[in-house]
């Protein structure tokens, strides 16, 4: 994870909303979402949303609640438990936990790693491979 601070936006459990939404920072929906997400930030849908979308494409996402739609991230998508997604993904990197209902195809990126493995320390290039799930919380 970088040391930059990225802006957060979060849309609430009682925000329904509609159309296309374009970001660079982060974005947690934790509310009702039916369109088009196009984001160059990260994206989290929180236990209590539910998506309904033509298409997700961000930099990485992570699905706690419930998507209906395509999903491309160009870093990652990790699916947690209790979760459901229905449509097809594509990643270079795909985490999918213990009780998903997940429902469709799955492509995987070819993933260029940006670290030169002889440049670092191991502990600091374990620690870029770290995903979410894997801190306890």
């Not at 996402?61 to 395509?70: E, S």
């Not at 947690?80 to 990197?93: E, F, I, M, N, Q």
Request: charged share 30%; aromatic share 6%.
């Amino acid at each position: 994870m970088s040391d930059d601070k990225k802006n957060v936006t979060v849309l609430g459990r009682e925000t329904e909303f509609n159309g296309t939404i374009e970001f660079t920072d982060n974005l947690i929906i934790t509310g009702k979402f039916n369109g088009t997400i196009k984001a160059a930030g990260d994206l989290e849908v929180d236990k209590t949303a539910i998506c309904q979308v033509d298409s997700i494409n961000a930099n990485s996402v992570i699905v706690f609640g419930k998507v209906t739609g395509n999903i491309l991230a160009e870093e990652r998508i990790e699916i947690c438990s209790g979760s459901s997604v229905k449509g097809d993904l594509k990643s270079a990197r795909l985490r999918i936990a213990d009780n998903v209902d997940f429902e469709g195809q799955v492509e995987m990126l070819d993933a260029v790693s940006d670290v030169d493995l002889f440049s670092i320390a191991s502990k600091e290039f374990k620690e870029s491979l770290l995903m979410k799930s894997d801190i306890p919380q």
